[in-house]
């Protein structure tokens, strides 16, 4: 078992900046790839952006790429997730994810096994 708390949404402006973080718990940290995934009302769950488990890989949704950071403390047991430029598109409920079988960070929901409960952020105009 993998438990998975997001901490660090909130509201915030339009241009503004936000540093989420994703604490686990449960298992060796170091051996499973973590992304984080987005749900905006009335939407689907949509990948944002996966980091392997050594972090030495990362990939991003187009629509966040160059302006979101996803990185990794294993020795803290956390991933993060800095987004700068936040436009009010941005706003959703985001999860943090665990994926404890693949070599490759998954990009899809189906992906991963174990999920957080989320954080709302909130990005005004």
């Known amino acids: 078992q993998v438990q998975l708390v997001e901490s660090g949404g909130g509201l915030v402006q339009a241009g503004d900046s936000l540093r989420l973080s994703c604490a686990a718990s449960?298992?060796?940290?170091?051996?499973?790839?973590m992304g984080w995934f987005r749900q905006a009302p009335g939407k689907e769950r949509e990948f944002v952006a996966a980091?392997?488990?050594?972090?030495?890989?990362?990939y991003y949704a187009d629509s966040v790429k160059g302006r979101f950071t996803i990185s990794r403390e294993n020795a803290k047991n956390t991933v993060y997730l800095q987004m700068n430029s936040l436009k009010p598109e941005d706003t959703a409920v985001y999860y943090c994810?665990?994926?404890?079988?693949?070599?490759?960070?998954?990009?899809?929901?189906?992906?991963?096994?174990?999920w957080g409960q989320g954080t709302q952020v909130t990005v005004s105009s």
């Open positions: 449960g298992r060796t940290f170091s051996g499973y790839a």
């Open positions: 994810a665990a994926d404890l079988t693949q070599a490759r960070p998954p990009l899809v929901v189906p992906g991963y096994d174990y």
């Open positions: 980091i392997s488990r050594g972090g030495g890989i990362t």
